[in-house]
C-alpha cells in the first residue's frame, strides 16, 4: 500500500482554515487530520481523545526530550504539538494526514520531514481578511487589530510553501486542495517504488503475438 | 492576466497520449495544443496549418538557426519542431499550452523553459503497453516488437519528468491531469508578481470598525 500524504494547512486567522480542513475530511475519505497534545488543562465540553490530549506538561517535556513530536509551540504558557506516531501510523495504513498549524510548525515540519507539502490558505485580499476579523465580532477593537497585525506579518513566511490557495469561498478552496492531493500523487519522486518494479510486474513479460 | 501553463506529455507510443490530449482539450476550455512544424511534404488529407505547418527544408533550418524552436528533431530524413513563438503568444493570452512530444523533446523544452511541466503517461503494466501496441494489429510482428522495446527503453528517462500519469483508463488519465493543471496553478512560485502585490491590493486600508 502507498503510504499517504502529509499536508500541512496555514494561514492567518480569519482565513477559514477550519472550516476548510472540516469540509475537506468529510469529502475526501482518504484524508484525515491529526489530534493535538497540550499541557493545558481541558475546558469545559473538551474531551481527552477528541479535541487533544491532555498531558501533564512533565510529560509533554518528555515527548519533545524524546523527538516524538513533529512540531510543538508553547503559547501563554502551555504547550501544544503534533505526536509523531500517530501520523505515520495513520499515513502507514494509507491515509492522507492534514495538519492546521501556523508558520512555525510547519518550518519544523519541513525540517522533520522533506516530503510534507506546505499550503498557505489566504482571503482574496487583506481588506477581506479584516472584514473577516472583524466579522466575528466577539473581540475587542484593539485585539481584532493586533490579530490583523499578527495576520499580516505572517505573508512573509510564504514563500516557505509548496502551494497558495485563495479562500474566495470554501467549495472553491476545498476543490484546489483537492487537486493538489491528487497531483502531489501522481509526482514522479512519490512513484518511486512502483516506478522502480514497473519493468517487472506480473513477472516474465510474454511477448506473443496471439 | 496569468501566464498560461506549459505542459509536456510524453509516454511510449500505444500509451495513447493522442487520445488523452484530445479529451483533454476539448474538457479543460483553457487549455489547447500546438502545431508542430515539418519539413516533410503534407500526405493526402493533410492541410497547412491544421496538421502541421509545412515548411521547406531550408526555412526549417533558419528556425533552428534563429533560435525560433521550443524543440525539434529529425525523423527519418525529415525535420519536426514546435515553434516558440505560436505558443508563448497563446500562454500571454492566458491560455494553458499542452505538447504532445518525445523524451527528447521534452528534454530540450525544460532547457528553454524552467516552468514547463513535463508529464509521462505509462500504461498500467509492461503487458498491457505490449497488448496495446499488438492490439492495433497493423503491423508485422517485427515492427511491434521494435515498437515495444523503444518505448521500453524510454522508461528510463522518466526520472526526468515532474509527474508519472497511469493510463488505466482515458476519462481517469485526463481527470489526473486536469487536478496537475489546477494544483500547478496554485504553486508558490507561479504566483510571484500576485503575492508581492497582495499587501497593497485595493490601495490604502481602510481599518475602520464599522
Not at 481523545?49 to 503559547?75: C, M, N, T
Given at each position: 500500500m502507498d503510504k499517504g500524504l502529509l499536508l500541512v494547512l496555514s494561514g492567518p486567522s480569519g482565513t477559514g482554515k477550519g472550516t476548510v480542513c472540516e469540509k475537506l475530511c468529510r469529502q475526501h475519505?482518504?484524508?484525515?487530520?491529526?489530534?493535538?497534545?497540550?499541557?493545558?488543562?481541558?475546558?469545559?465540553?473538551?474531551?481527552?481523545?477528541?479535541?487533544?490530549?491532555?498531558?501533564?506538561?512533565?510529560?509533554?517535556?518528555?515527548?519533545?526530550?524524546?523527538?516524538?513530536?513533529?512540531?510543538?509551540?508553547?503559547?501563554?504558557?502551555?504547550?501544544?504539538?503534533?505526536?509523531?506516531?500517530?501520523?505515520?501510523?495513520?499515513?502507514?495504513?494509507?491515509?492522507?494526514?492534514?495538519?492546521?498549524?501556523d508558520t512555525q510548525g510547519a518550518k519544523q515540519i519541513r525540517e522533520h520531514m522533506k516530503e510534507a507539502i506546505l499550503i498557505f490558505l489566504l482571503p482574496p485580499s487583506l481588506e477581506e481578511l479584516w472584514n473577516r476579523i472583524k466579522g466575528r465580532g466577539t473581540e475587542e477593537p484593539e485585539v481584532m487589530k493586533e490579530r490583523f497585525s499578527a495576520a499580516y506579518g505572517e505573508l512573509k513566511e510564504i514563500w516557505y510553501y509548496d502551494y497558495v490557495v485563495f479562500n474566495n469561498n470554501v467549495d472553491d478552496a476545498v476543490e484546489k486542495i483537492r487537486a493538489i492531493i491528487s497531483a502531489e500523487k501522481c509526482r514522479v519522486e512519490r512513484n518511486k517504488e512502483l516506478l522502480e518494479s514497473y519493468p517487472r510486474k506480473g513477472g516474465k513479460l510474454d511477448l506473443s503475438l496471439d
Open positions: 475519505l482518504n484524508l484525515c487530520s491529526s489530534i493535538s497534545v497540550t499541557s493545558r488543562s481541558p475546558r469545559q465540553g473538551e474531551k481527552d481523545g477528541v479535541h487533544y490530549y491532555f498531558l501533564p506538561e512533565a510529560q509533554f517535556k518528555k515527548l519533545i526530550e524524546e523527538d516524538s513530536l513533529l512540531e510543538w509551540a508553547r503559547v501563554y504558557g502551555n504547550y501544544y504539538g503534533t505526536p509523531l506516531r500517530q501520523v505515520e501510523e495513520k499515513r502507514s495504513q494509507g491515509l492522507d494526514v492534514i495538519l492546521e498549524i
